[in-house]
T-cell receptor, first 113, second 113 residues
Framework: KQEVTQIPAALSVPEGENLVLNCSFT??????LQWFRQDPGKGLTSLLL?????REQTSGRLNASLDKSSGRSTLYIAASQPGDSATYLC????????????FGQGTTLQVKP | EPEVTQTPSHQVTQMGQEVILRCVPI?????FYWYRQILGQKVEFLVS????????KSEIFDDQFSVERPDGSNFTLKIRSTKLEDSAMYFC???????????FGPGTRLTVT
């Protein structure tokens, strides 16, 4: 059964720092991995999708990498800003052909001005 | 990113009552999903819906739950007899199936008293 774990559970950094969020999964047979942002009490906003054949994806200050064989992904946020404060979730698909996502518990990021 | 809308944003109901949560996804997507997030816990998959049929459901999705797409646009999740433990955020999502990005709605907060 696929399990997704995110470390750390919470992170507090000063504005301007570069930071890395980690995601690991137990079953490497995935189709893709998706990173989401969740603001308190809100829905999930898709940030990046990495296909299993890809090593990384970039969007603005965000860069996500995938090492499928070792069951790991990282989300790199460059030059963090207070507006980046949110919970970041990773999710994998591949345990079925319907695209259902298995989520980690998230990393709650606080960027202090 | 095309929108998914969900209504209501917040639903309060008494234990044992039936509730219907509604989602309006973009109609050209093939797969529709329901997920839930109990406060402080992971986002969990409930059910996927393809071609007007359930394509996969989790062990959470028992006989108390049902989904349908009654008029070809709205996508509903019904809970027949709510329990206290059904209190959660319920998210609708849409996508094109395995390997494709999923887009989430803002969620419905269900509170069962």
């Amino acid at each position: 059964k696929q399990e997704v774990t995110q470390i750390p559970a919470a992170l507090s950094v000063p504005e301007g720092e570069n930071l890395v969020l980690n995601c690991s999964f137990t079953d490497s047979a995935i189709y893709n991995l998706q990173w989401f942002r969740q603001d308190p009490g809100k829905g999930l906003t898709s940030l990046l999708l990495i296909q299993s054949s890809q090593r990384e994806q970039t969007s603005g200050r965000l860069n996500a990498s995938l090492d499928k064989s070792s069951g790991r992904s990282t989300l790199y946020i460059a030059a963090s800003q207070p507006g980046d404060s949110a919970t970041y979730l990773c999710a994998v698909s591949g345990s079925s052909n319907t695209g259902k996502l298995i989520f980690g518990q998230g990393t709650t990021l606080q960027v202090k001005p | 990113e095309p929108e998914v809308t969900q209504t209501p944003s917040h639903q309060v109901t008494q234990m044992g009552q039936e509730v219907i949560l509604r989602c309006v996804p973009i109609s050209n997507h093939l797969y529709f999903y329901w997920y839930r997030q109990i406060l402080g816990q992971k986002v969990e998959f409930l059910v996927s819906f393809y071609n007007n049929e359930i394509s996969e459901k989790s062990e959470i999705f028992d006989d108390q739950f049902s989904v349908e797409r009654p008029d070809g646009s709205n996508f509903t999740l019904k809970i027949r007899s709510t329990k206290l433990e059904d209190s959660a955020m319920y998210f609708c999502a849409r996508g094109q199936g395995e390997g494709y990005e999923q887009y989430f709605g803002p969620g419905t907060r269900l509170t069962v008293t």
